[in-house]
């Protein structure tokens, strides 16, 4: 559960937004290892900060791979799945980060197995999540203690419609 201090505050603004990703990869292939995996992570934690957005948690199997993401109010979830997708599909065909060996490592291995080097499908899952549950909240929001007008109060201009 969130506490007081994970809220994101901005001058506006106070928000928790996280969002569950699920990406698979094209044709449901398995063709990610250890070493793939976590250079995905060191890829997608770079795009998130780009977004300063905080990747939260990061974990994967051959064929797939799922993200929780805490993301400001002002990104659209569309653009940050476009980004996270290209640039881990673009850097992983690459392959390795600075400081390491280059050459393509993974390249050859993506090719094999995949059409056309093609690592994501384009389809994705995607999932708000945190917070209290839906059936909490409606239910907090029908318990809302709604002011009631008596007939002194009523003034015409608090009835008529807006021009």
């Known amino acids: 559960m969130e506490g007081k201090n994970d809220y994101r505050r901005g001058r506006h603004v106070v928000s928790a937004m996280h969002v569950h990703l699920v990406f698979v990869t094209k044709y449901r292939r398995g063709v990610f290892n250890d070493e ?26 051959r064929d797939h791979v799922r993200l929780l993401i805490n993301y400001p109010p002002n990104i659209a979830v569309s653009k940050l799945v476009n980004s996270l997708k290209g640039v881990s ?12 060996r280059l050459g393509g490592e993974f390249t050859g291995h993506i090719n094999r197995a995949l059409m056309h080097g093609h690592l994501w499908s384009p389809s994705y899952f995607s999932a708000s999540c945190g917070g209290a549950p839906l059936a909490i909240v409606r239910q907090y929001i029908e318990q809302q203690k709604r ?5 002194d109060q009523s003034s015409p201009e608090m009835h008529s419609s807006p021009p």
Do not use: H, W, Y
């Open 147 to 151: 002011p009631i007008q008596s007939a």
């Open 36 to 61: 793939m995996l976590t250079r995905c992570e060191e890829i997608m934690r770079k795009v998130c900060e780009d977004f300063e957005a905080e990747l939260k948690e990061f974990n994967g199997e």
């Open 89 to 100: 599909a673009r850097r992983i065909r690459l392959g390795a980060p600075p400081g390491r």
